[in-house]
């Protein structure tokens, strides 16, 4: 199955900490339901690209995925 995956920015992109989400969308579907994962890391470590396997394998199961930075 092939997997389109895309970042948005919700901020501007030349702060330091770019927010941003990148969404999962496996081909050939449309009108599901998505998942959105916010990470842990008490608001000063770890990323969402830490959890790329976890888009990868939702998207692949038919879902579309969306895994968000924050601050």
Known sequence: MNITVTT???CPQQQENKLSLDLYTPDGTSDKPVIVFIHGGAWISE????????GYG????????????YR
């Open 47 to 54: 990323d969402k690209a830490e959890y790329a396997n976890l």
């Open 8 to 10: 948005h920015y919700y």
């Open 58 to 69: 939702w998207a692949e199961l038919g879902h579309t995925v969306a895994l968000v930075n």
